[in-house]
């Protein structure tokens, strides 16, 4: 039996379908939502602060910036500011929410 890490050991993610499949939607802006994704868990916010993502993900601050405003447009992740002051992103599956 191997000792290896259980692909579910390290948390997960539920990414849905039509974000994935929709053709319109950048690569990056599918790899920006998948990564909310995974850290919303079993949730449905995600708090990762765009410096940790920038640098996790090897891309610059306008690029993501420029992909999170296209999947906010879409409406596949909705931002809220939490009662601490917290922006929330809650990546979703398919519009209208």
């Not at 948390?11 to 039509?18: E, L, Q, S, V, W």
């Not at 995974?38 to 910036?65: C, H």
Request: contains cysteine; hydrophobic residues 35%.
């Amino acid at each position: 039996m191997s000792n290896g890490v259980n692909i579910d050991s390290k948390g997960y993610g539920k990414i849905y379908k039509a974000v994935m499949r929709n053709r319109n939607l950048p690569l990056i802006a599918k790899v920006i939502y998948s990564y909310f994704c995974s850290y919303a868990g079993n949730s449905d916010m995600a708090f990762p602060k765009r410096d940790k993502i920038t640098r996790d993900m090897y891309v610059n601050k306008d690029t993501f910036t420029k992909h999170l405003a296209i999947l906010v447009e879409k409406r596949y992740i909705a931002r809220e500011r939490t009662t601490s002051g917290k922006v929330a992103c809650i990546p979703r599956g398919y519009p209208p929410f």
